[in-house]
């Protein structure tokens, strides 16, 4: 009869599978996703039962400059991922240099969402057309943002040496985080910019 | 300490006492008010088949945990486990398909219920179509051709909708304001008044009578006092009440047109009153084609104005005197221009409380 | 997982002088955490219970008792149910869970401490934002707990400025709280059992808690984004909700039940867990259809999200057969449970210390829950009842009948775990009977006022003398509720003071909390028994009262396992 001992017990986690940090992520990611569910979900309705979209006097949004933009976010998933695959090789530098290169990507894009804003002729009050528009796209910058900040943190750990190839995974956590930025800025790409 | 065990009839006791009142509440016909229309008809006999299927089920599971409370006390002094038994397939097969066929039938039954309540006519077979809109607090029942009654949390009277017996009816509800709920107990039906969508529905009274009901979905400070009547006459009355409906707040009033009005709000009260009488005020009279000045004067504790609009307080179709111009007091006196009208019926009210509404009679 | 070779000792710790205060002030104990959660949400219990009591004083008479006002009667059944919701009986089963579920699989804490500090001071800090709107001119929320536009969007009379502003920001918080509460639950489960410890090994209670935790996952958010809609048309000038400007005031009413349906669910199934922790206890025998309970679980958790609008069938926006067709199903998953947890009692030997009270009375409680809410799931009879006091009467049999009958449970179950000692039984039961009684005289006679055609959310009432007599029988009934607490509180102050003490399993029962010291240890466990099956401490103690009987010899008295 064997009783484990409190080493054991305190050790915790199954080592097999994800890690904790990165369960926790993956389940954070998943609330989030609901979270702009609803706020799609609101955008759907509303237009469904609006007689004409854009409504009288809106003109459809010009998709070209935040088309640029996005492929900016969608270039800074690769570079991101390749953060990722740096530090897994153990590649502190790489990892830095990564990082580095994706915030500047991020920044950029939410330098382009407000010029994006600046072009535009109406505004939050203006109709469900600008209630709508700009409560998913600022909602969405501002979880740019927050993964921005997020990643600055990633950064300055990785370039105090706190990252190795066994231990990174705040680095997995903030790709993965980033990737879901990115994914959702596609989805409120086409819907806003591009279906008619 | 006393075994617990001797405890235990307690529950018994309890859980006779709880049928019973189930039981009893039975003979005051299963509780419900008593239909007064074929929809309602159809959803009484629904309710007392689910009634009678939920005492069977109630009775059922609540006897079998006190059957298992009186067999299976443990005996004092008795330490020997029970046999240890982790589940039974078979048993759980059977009680998950038994209610679930309870439930399709139950469920289909259903269905066949709603179909006849949500039935809609074709409107050739309606003998009228009534408008019912909601205001805060009260009700306007627009019978088309201008003919609408409106009152509510402010009138000593509820609001009374009158339709004809025995035939059926479309009642269209719409809201410029808020949600409320059209509600009538003996019609065991209600139906929400929401704003932007037009809910409607059919009935038919089969019996003559005048019957209660009141707003049922919360809209703000009065809606406790949201109440309606609904009064099923004859063809022949219901056709002479139209007749009669001048949708005129000033029918029975004896006054002259002035082009110097008054008006008056008691302090701490959702209502217009008269200067001088100092009772519910409904008409107030203007020479034509002349500019009238109203003075207004507000006891206190609650913000009004008065608005002068073509049509009705819920339904303007031009203002000839409102907001910002003609603005909210909350207490004191002021003066109102309204312009030079052709003779005709206005409707004046309070914006902050539309139900706060009378005739504006020019002539 | 680190070897067991070659560790250096951990140096010893110069004792940290530190006040009680600061400890609870800065913990990341789960155990501390989770007391502080039971502390906070039976205090928003009280006062959820006092207004409460305000608001059946005003309903004793039919044209308003106590309050000329009805915007203060108004406010009150808004602020008792936005209490007794978001404040009191989700987050107490948050709480139960803290401090249980690590225990219950073995380890050492939550997987992630500082965070499950942050979900219970987010609570605080929602309900003084919420409750600081009576501070406010026009005081606090007053459209009831689910405050629709347009009444909260447009300039209505009736529904204030900023108290609803302050309610929303608080409610977001609490949504914080128990979103990070629920991962954190979540990754613990799924990372940090113990070894032998599979998904089917265990305790039902840690399942409740897991199916809860995905339902807060997946559903929060969306109430998140109906709220910060709302705010935004509040204080944006949005349109979300306008239909003036495009907007549809009904999809409110979706997103947000869209969460508080589930809601309910993350509001009972912990009692449910709570329930199969203590019936096999009590009958000594093991819970029926383990399996099944977890299948009947997870079915209850799927299905939960697929009838929200149920909830508006009256509004004319709703496919009805669909929500008809799945509320009504959610009764098989029910039933199954409901038979599932008679079949415990079947054969076993019944014992009815306090807790089994509580679940006895939970059950028949529940059951009559559950019975009612199958007339409303039909929408030719929810026509009639909709909105009347027969759902208020539905809402309180399923959550006081049912969820708080399952908290006291709780208390009375898992106090000597966490206290070290006994509440007194004799007090218990003088407690339980007043709850039972007050609790059935406040809520039965709402069901015929429902059906008489009262409506709900009225500060006054058609002068009717039957309706007047119930409404006074149910006040009476919500008083000796309220006294109801006392006793409880009492024999939790004096039992502190010195109750009699309890041993590591003073009820003799099944799971991993069991195997430790009342209260527990720092780390939870100086050693663990085997785990071998979903009842580890009963295999444990058969084993060693087997053992016992085999030094003493056949016919030798076999030692009390209890210590």
Known sequence: ?196 | MRPAGRRLPLTLRAGLGAAAALLLSGCARTGLVEPVTPQADRIESLYVIVYYLAAVIFLGVLGAILYACVKFRKKPGDDVLPPQTHGNTAAEVIWTALPLLIVLILFAMSYSTLRVVDDAKPVKDLAAVINVRGIQWGWEFDYGNDKVVAGGASDDEAPTLVVPVGQDIRLVLTSDNVIHAFYVPQFLFKRDIVPGRQNQFDFRVDIPGTYGGQCAEFCGTEHAKMTFQVKAVSREKFDQFIEGLSGDGCQGDESEPSAELALESPANQIRFIDVASKEQEKCLKAPADTPVKLTYSNGGGQPHNVAVVTGTASNPTETHIGLPDAAVIDSGSTTYDVPALPAGQYTFFCQVHPIMAGTYLVQ | MTTTAARPAAKPHAPQPRSAFMDYLTTTDHKKIGVMYLYFSFFAFLVGGVLALLVRAQLTQADGAVFSDADTYNQLFTMHATSMLFFFIIPIWAGFGNYIVPLQIGALDMAFPRINALSFWLLPAGFITVFAGYLTGGGPAEAGWTEYPTITTGHYAGANGHGTDLWIVGILLVGISSLLGAINFLVTVFKMRAPGMTMFRMPMFTWNIIVTSMLSTLALPVLTSALIMLFIDRNYGGSFFDPALGGNAVLYQNLFWFYSHPAVYIMILPAFGLVSEVLPVFSRKPLFGYKAFVLATAGIGALGFSVWAHHMFTTGAVLLPFFSFMTALIAVPTGVKFFNWIATMFNGKITFETPMLWCLGFLSMFLIGGINGMFSAQPPIDYAIHDTYWIVAHIHYVLFGGSVFGVYGAFYFWYPKITGRFLSEKIGKIQFWMTFVGFNLAFFPMHILGLAGMPRRIASYAADPQWELLNQVSTVGAFLIGISTLPFLYNVAVSLRGGKQASADPWRANSLEWATSSPPPVHNFDSLPPIRSERPVFDARLDREAQARLKTGPGGAAPAGAS
């Not at chain 1, 390749?82 to 530098?93: E, P, Q, T």
């Not at chain 1, 995974?169 to 596609?186: K, L, N, P």
């Open chain 1, 1 to 196: 009869m064997t009783t484990a001992t409190t080493e054991e017990i305190a050790v915790g986690g199954r080592p097999e599978g994800m890690s904790m940090p990165l369960l926790g992520m993956v389940l954070f990611i998943a609330s989030e996703v609901m979270f702009f569910g609803g706020l799609f979900a609101a955008y759907f309705n509303i237009r469904a039962q609006a007689p004409e979209w854009p409504p009288a006097g809106l003109e459809h949004l010009h998709a070209s400059v935040p088309g640029f933009f996005t492929v900016l976010l969608l270039l800074s998933s690769v570079t991101m991922q390749m953060a990722v695959f740096a530090i897994r090789r153990g590649n502190v530098r790489a990892l830095t240099r990564w990082t580095a290169i994706t915030i500047v990507l991020g920044v950029v894009f939410l330098c382009g969402q407000v010029y994006d804003y600046s072009t535009l002729d109406f505004t939050i009050r203006d109709g469900v057309y600008g209630s709508t528009f700009y409560t998913l796209t600022g909602f969405h910058g501002a979880h740019v943002f927050g993964g921005v900040m997020y990643l600055v943190i990633v950064l300055i750990r990785s370039m105090t040496g706190q990252f190795t190839a066994r231990h990174h995974a705040a680095v997995e956590g903030a790709s993965m985080y980033w990737h879901f930025v990115d994914v959702v800025w596609v989805a409120l790409f086409l819907t806003l910019y591009v279906l008619k």
